[in-house]
Nanobody, 126 residues
Framework: QVYLVESGGGWVQAGGSLKLSCAASGFAFSSHGMGWFRQAPGKEREFVAF????????SYANSVKGRFTISRDYVERTVYLQMDSLKPEDSALYYCARGRPRMVDSFANREEYDYWGQGIQVIVSS
């Protein structure tokens, strides 16, 4: 059974930092790209960041580029999202997701992911 469990969310003031973790189990972690998405109230779930299976390639939404960093640890089987210079508009429920074995479309497309975590809340106050 595939499990993705997010942690590390919470409340922070604008300009602050948070580091999200996504613990993965039940599958070959080193064989899948991994992504982070977020969903604010009343909005669609949107792409945040992606890291490929080997960790050699990353991609970010324009809104977080230069402020967020995605990484992965193969020993811990964990994907991280370091979030710096947080803004109130970063407030959302953040989801970790597993990329399909063969991602044929953009990694920003939710359909390219087959398993999702339960989400973790991030609140940034102004």
């Amino acid at each position: 059974q595939v499990y993705l469990v997010e942690s590390g969310g919470g409340w922070v003031q604008a300009g602050g930092s948070l580091k999200l973790s996504c613990a993965a189990s039940g599958f070959a972690f080193s064989s899948h790209g991994m992504g982070w998405f977020r969903q604010a109230p009343g909005k669609e779930r949107e792409f945040v960041a992606f890291i490929n299976w080997s960790g050699s390639s990353t991609s970010y939404a324009n809104s977080v580029k230069g402020r967020f960093t995605i990484s992965r640890d193969y020993v811990e089987r964990t994907v991280y999202l370091q979030m710096d210079s947080l803004k109130p508009e970063d407030s959302a429920l953040y989801y970790c997701a597993r990329g399909r074995p063969r991602m044929v479309d953009s990694f920003a497309n939710r359909e390219e992911y087959d398993y999702w975590g339960q989400g973790i809340q991030v609140i940034v106050s102004s």
